[in-house]
């Protein structure tokens, strides 16, 4: 089956976010993705609540939200407000996950938690039946354009048994170093969505990256 796609802004350039929303409704792209840093979580600080209301004004694909911040819960009701479709979490910044995604599904959103690249798969044993999305990351979050992390494709093996095993209906994310050679491998270890930022937009033609990304199978 071919993937998921979900083009990450992160890599555009901020000063043509409208054009850059204009492309992605344009093209062949599932969702739209968005990176949101806090600079505590991850060494980075990406854009609040005032960018993600514009690019909600104008993008036409479904909004999926990667909290790369502490305190996740704070502002879910928030996110709702700004037409967040799939809200992700990390595992690493909620003490009390469960509450967390419950109250994510209770706002109206498909909810996600994502996995640092050294934190193991067998820790959301415990969740995976209660997710939508289940996010990993394939290289350390807070920047576009880090290399891949091989080890990534072991761990969607394993997480995709997992899933298969507890009946739930989670997708696998894949966020970090995607392009056509990765993604494929991703898709092959049962990957069901890829997040591709810079791949796409320092291409020359990011709708035909777009396209090919899709086709992968």
Request: one cysteine or more.
């Amino acid at each position: 089956m071919n993937p998921l796609l979900s083009p990450s802004i992160l890599s555009t350039d901020f000063c043509r976010l409208q054009e850059t929303v204009e492309i992605i409704n344009n093209s062949k792209a599932d969702w739209l993705h968005l990176d949101i840093m806090d600079g505590v979580f991850v060494p980075n600080i990406s854009f609040g609540f005032p960018v993600i209301e514009s690019i909600a004004n104008y993008c036409k694909k479904p909004l999926d939200a990667h909290l790369m911040t502490v305190h996740p819960d704070r502002y879910i009701n928030r996110y709702k407000e700004l037409k967040i479709n799939t809200l992700t979490v990390h595992y690493e910044t909620c003490t009390h996950l469960h509450r967390v995604v419950q109250q994510i599904k209770a706002a109206g959103m498909k909810a996600g938690v994502a996995l640092n690249p050294h934190t193991p798969v067998s820790l959301l044993e415990d969740i995976a039946d209660e997710l939508d999305l289940a996010l990993i990351m394939s290289v350390n979050p807070g920047f576009g354009g880090q290399s891949f992390i091989e080890n990534s494709c072991r761990k969607i093996s394993v997480l995709k048994e997992m899933i298969i095993r507890k009946g739930s209906p989670a997708l696998i994310e894949v966020d970090g170093g995607v392009n056509l050679e990765t993604g494929a491998r991703l898709v092959h270890h049962g990957a069901d969505v890829l997040v591709a930022g810079n791949f796409v937009f320092s291409s020359s033609n990011p709708l035909e990256t777009v396209a090919q990304l899709k086709q992968l199978k």
